[in-house]
């Protein structure tokens, strides 16, 4: 009985969410993809998921707002509505200690929060729609990625712009992301160009390749080990890449269409992906092979969650 107990607490400490166009938010349990609760998104579809550090909170934007539910909790309703962007909330993440968490939207602003209260800090301004934006390791810099094609990076000090780079003109960039050792900043484009800079190097580019011979790339990331980034695209796969070599070293075919988002386990052997086809699947990187399929959306996932570290 004692063994089941610590099965089943294991199994809890697994936050998995995905959530997308049928304005439903689900969470599973890992291993054996049973859906364990959903809850209603009534505002809008949802664009991206972030857990806060200490399990107890997920973050979900929408348009034009964020929504914290309880992870815990058997309410359908949000303890908290984050009000302020005038547009499409298109990435969002908390700082390492969970004190504030940071968004991005189309209305061409950054909002910092503090999520006590459900008003925003502070707004950093741009010209152009946002798409993506990352807190660097340092948890003093902010990294975001535009419609116009740039990638800047913003010092949380002055919240002013202290780098800025258009790798290819006005390709608009999709996905940023930044290793856990800071040694690595990604960029990838809507062409499906990846771009690589060496932050402790003065942001000196290392590498760019093309990720996806055809349609778009999505998503970027790197994993938490710092050894691959995954890349997600319109022609249905996720790619994994060496992040030394920059050689592709898994192609993960099985989705029947555009896969929107991924994210690493804790340990960096695992993958799960979301995509169009309405499924969420977990991928082992050993083999390349699918784990476990989550089913049960009525339309596009277009965002995933997962926090396992211990």
């Known amino acids: 009985e004692r063994e089941r107990e610590r099965e089943r607490e294991g199994a809890m400490s697994v936050i998995l969410a995905t959530a997308g166009y049928d304005h439903k938010i689900r969470f599973w349990e890992a291993p054996s993809g049973i859906c364990t609760r959903t809850l209603r998104y009534p505002d809008s579809q949802v664009n991206c998921l972030s857990i806060h550090p200490d399990k107890t909170l997920l973050a979900a934007a929408g348009n034009p707002g964020v929504r914290l ?92 712009c202290v780098q800025e780079f258009v790798p290819d003109g006005s390709t608009a960039i999709r996905s940023v992301t930044v290793s856990a050792d800071a040694r690595r900043l990604c960029a990838a484009n809507q062409a499906a160009e990846v771009f690589v800079w060496s932050p402790s190097d003065a942001y000196a580019e290392v590498q760019r390749f093309v990720a996806h011979e055809t349609g778009y790339c999505i998503k970027a990331k790197m994993s938490p080990d710092c050894k691959s980034l995954v890349t997600t695209g319109s022609d249905r796969t996720a790619r994994v890449w060496d992040a030394n070599t920059w050689d592709l070293t898994k192609t993960l075919g099985q989705h029947q269409q555009w896969v929107w988002d991924a994210v690493f386990s804790a340990d960096s052997s695992y993958l799960v992906t979301a995509s169009s086809d309405h499924s969420a699947r977990l991928w082992s990187l050993k083999t390349g092979e699918v784990v476990r399929q989550y089913t049960g959306h009525q339309n596009a996932v277009s965002c995933v969650a997962l926090n396992d570290a211990t």
């Open 69 to 160: 539910f309880d992870v815990d909790g058997s309410g359908h309703n949000p303890v908290l509505a984050c009000e302020g962007h005038a547009a499409a909330v298109t990435g969002l993440g908390f700082q390492r200690n969970g004190n504030w968490m940071y968004t991005c939207s189309e209305d061409c602003t950054i909002k910092i929060w503090d999520i006590r209260s459900p008003g925003y800090q502070r707004s950093l301004p741009h010209t152009s729609p946002f798409n993506t934006v990352t807190l660097h390791p340092n948890q003093a810099e902010l990294i975001s990625g535009s419609q116009d094609g740039s990638v800047k990076v913003w010092d949380l000090g002055t919240s002013r």
